[in-house]
Each structure stands twice: as C-alpha cells, then as structure tokens.
C-alpha cells in the first residue's frame, strides 16, 4: 500500500534551519509530483512546495517561503526533502508530505516543526 512517512521536524529558534524528509513506499516514485504542505494551529491548509516528476526536477513555491526553502527529491531513496532556512516563527506548523495525481490523494502523518527562542 501507498506510504509516506514524514520525519526531522523539532523545535529551532528563528533564523535558523532544519531539514524535514518524506519517506515514500507501495508506488513508482519517480513519476509522481510531491509536495509539501503545512497546517499553523488555528489556521487552513497552505501549500508551501511542490516538485516535479522527471529528471528536471523543476520546483515551485509559496511566495512566503520563496528564497528560503529549497525542495528536492532522491528518486533512488523515494525520498522528498524540504530545506528550510531562515525560519521565522509564523512558519510553525505541522507540515505534511502530500502525492499529487488529479488531487493530493495520499497523505503522511505530517511532522511539526516549531519556531521559537
């Protein structure tokens, strides 16, 4: 069955970083897109990235994490990352591994990833 599996969230003061990795399993990675999104507490949904299937690898972001987070994936690990730099602390919340097909159609557990001094 289809599995992803986030982990590397914790707990980092503001202007620092922390990378958090997507474990996937049960279906060819490789030719998915992968995303990142993430939930603050009281607040919706908001996709931060997303990556593209295929040896470009092309990358697109939220305009809130634009310069500061960098997406990427091992297609021989089926593993996505997100690098997160210069963390703020309205960037707390849980974040959540998402495949897309027609829709995000499989979820992990989400991570969290706190920001505070």
């Known amino acids: 069955q289809v599995q992803l599996v986030e982990s590397g969230g914790g707990l980092v003061q503001p202007g620092g970083s922390l990378r958090v990795s997507c474990a996937s399993s049960?279906?060819?990675?490789?030719?998915?897109?992968m995303s990142w999104v993430r939930q603050a507490p009281g607040k919706g949904l908001e996709w931060v990235s997303s990556i593209y299937p295929g040896a470009g690898g092309f990358t697109e972001y939220a305009d809130s994490v634009k310069g500061r987070f960098t997406i990427s994936r091992d297609n021989a690990k089926n593993t996505t990352y997100l690098q997160m730099n210069d963390l703020k602390p309205e960037d707390t919340a849980l974040y959540y591994c998402?495949?897309?097909?027609?829709?995000?159609?499989?979820w992990g557990q989400g991570t969290q990833v706190t920001v505070s001094s």
């Open positions: 049960g279906f060819t990675f490789s030719i998915y897109y």
């Open positions: 998402a495949r897309r097909a027609n829709e995000f159609d499989y």
